[in-house]
């Protein structure tokens, strides 16, 4: 027990600072984050406390206000600061791998899996509802990506259903914030071990970074690339 309690000690003021961190972070975004927070923590206490005044038991009901408010406070600040953060991500370049990286259990990730010149990319997630593509890019342009992946996907894994989604606030996308909530409410229609087996055999297909054919060590000054073929020779 002693040797947990320093580790714990440690623990806290990192944890702290955290939330710190995350309050500074949320309120650039959210200016009133402070009044609401503060707002919600005083009309939970107060109600529970006139409660106690009420029914004769202002002590009881006062603590019980107390721990309620501080529950009541973390969950507002919890999901207005997650809020926030979607907001400053929105827009940037891979954000929706970032959300995807969080998705939780039961979900393999791949980012990446294509992209074309103007840096518009499909990540790849697989799980129980199956396959699910998701572009972020210009709406237009994406549709190339992603029919060419869903096809890709058809040859590899034709028994395993494809969905593909369009990070986006225009008509038909997704937002960011509501991603993972999309995906999770997709019907689960695979087994864990055909899951398993799916994974096995795109692995096997790579992602863009580990199938781009880059050299090993630097490349000698003055050295061209030979026209269509490979720079080790052939």
């Known amino acids: 027990m002693a040797r947990k309690e320093p580790a714990a000690d440690a623990a806290n003021p990192g944890r702290l600072k955290q939330i710190a961190l995350t ?4 309120r650039k975004a959210d200016k009133k984050i402070g009044l609401v927070l503060a707002g919600v923590g005083i009309v939970v206490f107060g109600v529970l406390l006139a409660i106690g005044f009420l029914i004769g ?9 107390v721990l309620l408010a501080f529950l009541a406070t973390a969950i507002v600040f919890g999901r ?3 809020r926030a953060a ?3 991500m929105e827009g940037q370049p ?16 791949t980012p990446a899996v294509a992209m074309n010149r103007n840096q518009d ?11 699910v593509l998701v572009a972020e890019g210009n709406p237009n342009r994406v549709k190339t990506l992603l029919a060419a992946e869903k096809r890709k996907m058809n040859r590899i894994v034709a028994d395993v259903p494809v969905h593909d989604l369009v990070v986006g606030t225009g008509e038909g996308q997704v937002e960011l914030k509501k991603l993972r909530t999309t995906m999770l409410k997709l ?13 096995d055999r795109l692995r096997a297909l790579g992602d863009l970074m580990s199938n781009m054919p880059l050299p090993k060590g630097p490349m000698p000054k003055g050295m061209r690339m030979p026209k269509g073929g490979n720079p080790r020779g052939r």
């Not at 309050?23 to 949320?26: G, L, P, S």
């Not at 891979?94 to 990730?109: C, E, M, Q, Y």
């Not at 990319?121 to 396959?131: D, E, L, N």
């Open 86 to 88: 979607f907001g400053q």
């Open 80 to 82: 207005r600061a997650e």
């Open 94 to 109: 891979g954000a929706a791998a970032a959300v995807l990286d969080n998705i939780g259990r039961g979900w393999t990730t």
């Open 57 to 65: 038991h202002p002590i009881y009901l006062g603590i019980l206000g």
């Open 23 to 26: 309050y500074k972070m949320t």
């Open 121 to 131: 990319v499909v990540h790849r997630a697989v799980g129980k509802a199956g396959i």
């Open 187 to 199: 019907p689960r229609v695979l087994s864990g071990p055909q899951v398993t087996v799916t994974n």
